[in-house]
């Protein structure tokens, strides 16, 4: 078997198929496991459990898929036509969401084309060994991609590529071939610190060490909890994810758009409005997020990310009386909602409350009917 023009033609195919970018690496990921190990100890990986599970998995490919000698990393950018960034984030009243998620979820997506890959490949050679991960096991899958070419890891923890930026998702499929490998590139981050200088809750600890437990994306995704009080400003209105560090990278002014229509914007996220998002029953949100990735937080966690971001909105009576009408649903949930409320309260002149006044639904109640029987603007 001739390997070499093996490994071209699997990366002809994987254009074919949509990918951006393949390359190939080892599975050797020695050089970073105690790095991985560091970063559990630290506590870094916050409630998600299932990173710490299985130890030295992570970065033992051939534990995952026994007699793997390869991966095969592949990139495919996801950013939409027209991201408004800027337009979405500056406006208090809009939610801003994470631009990977404004489309179809990716892993099934990619997770299958990963899978033609592999039966394309064997196709060539006859049967063998292949197994496909986009996020769906314990892998580490920056260092594979980091090794295979891809691009280097950034200071913000994310692949970066000199002409592609970060905007993509990566894919990985594990085989039993022994192909080339490809060159690791060299890291061109030199200096530049925009991604932790910018990041709102300080969540970038050391070059390349995220501390999820202060990471907006990992709080309004992955944690299902209360969150912290010291976080909820510096959350904004971000009810899903979060893109500054990626905003400010200079390597991102060279991203290409997505080819894949499946990750454009979806018409009701165009200029989400946040009492509207909040206005959504549990079925109404099952129905327009049926197929996005933002599905798997559920509804309560959907209603307490956006009662944050409602908090921190300009004054509004609308917003009082939205937040009002969702108290007690959960205990978690509305402990989210009389903080919302006792922040909007602090607009209104002559008032002061506090969430245990808030958490009484009476006084709540009356201090609403107050608000509406003053006659002030709807919107302050």
């Keep these: 078997m001739n390997y070499l023009a093996l490994a071209k033609q699997i990366k002809q195919w994987g254009k074919e198929l949509g990918f951006q970018q393949i390359g190939i ?13 560091n970063w559990l100890k630290a506590g870094y990986h916050g409630e998600m459990e299932w990173m710490s599970r299985h130890g030295t998995m992570r970065s033992r490919p051939d534990e995952l898929l026994p007699g793997t000698t390869r991966v095969i990393s592949v990139r495919m950018d996801y950013l939409p036509p027209e991201a408004k960034f800027a337009s979405n984030l500056n406006n208090p009243n809009q939610a801003y969401i994470s631009r990977y998620s404004l489309g179809r979820d990716y892993h099934k997506l990619v997770r299958n084309k990963l899978n033609q890959l592999g039966k394309l490949i064997e196709s060539e050679v006859g049967t063998m060994g292949y197994r496909p991960f986009v996020d769906s096991a314990p892998i580490l899958e920056r260092p594979l991609a980091e090794k295979a070419g891809i691009g ?5 923890s994310l692949i970066i590529n000199k002409s592609a930026g970060s905007w993509f998702f990566l894919g990985e499929l594990l085989v039993d071939l022994p192909l080339p490998v490809d060159d690791v590139i060299e890291n061109e981050c030199g200096k530049c610190t925009a991604c932790i200088s910018s990041c709102p809750t300080q969540a970038i600890v050391a070059d390349g060490v995220v501390d999820s437990r202060k990471c907006i994306s990992y709080l309004t995704i992955e944690y ?3 969150i912290p009080m010291e976080y909820r400003k510096a959350m904004g209105n971000r009810i899903y994810g979060c893109d500054d560090c990626q905003l400010v990278c200079p390597w991102n002014r060279f991203s290409d758009l997505t080819k894949q229509k499946d990750f454009h914007r979806r018409a009701y996220l165009e200029s989400p409005d946040l009492l509207t998002l909040f206005s959504w029953s549990e079925k109404e949100f099952l129905k327009y997020m049926e197929g996005s990735a933002i599905r798997r937080i559920g509804y309560i966690q959907w209603l307490r990310n956006i009662s944050i971001a409602l908090g921190n909105a300009p004054f509004s009576q609308d917003i009082l009386l939205a937040l009002e009408e969702k108290i007690g649903l959960t205990p978690m949930l509305d402990v989210h909602l009389h903080w919302a409320m006792e922040e909007q309260m602090k607009h209104v002149p002559g008032h002061s409350t ?12 009356k201090r609403l009917i107050r608000i509406v029987q003053k006659g002030l603007p709807r919107d302050a």
Excluded: Y
């Design 25 to 37: 690496c080892d599975i050797d990921l020695s050089q970073h496991e105690q790095a991985m190990l």
């Design 152 to 156: 280097w890891t950034g200071k913000h």
């Design 224 to 226: 299902d909890g209360v």
């Design 354 to 365: 506090t969430n245990e006044q808030l958490s009484t639904p009476t006084n709540k109640t």
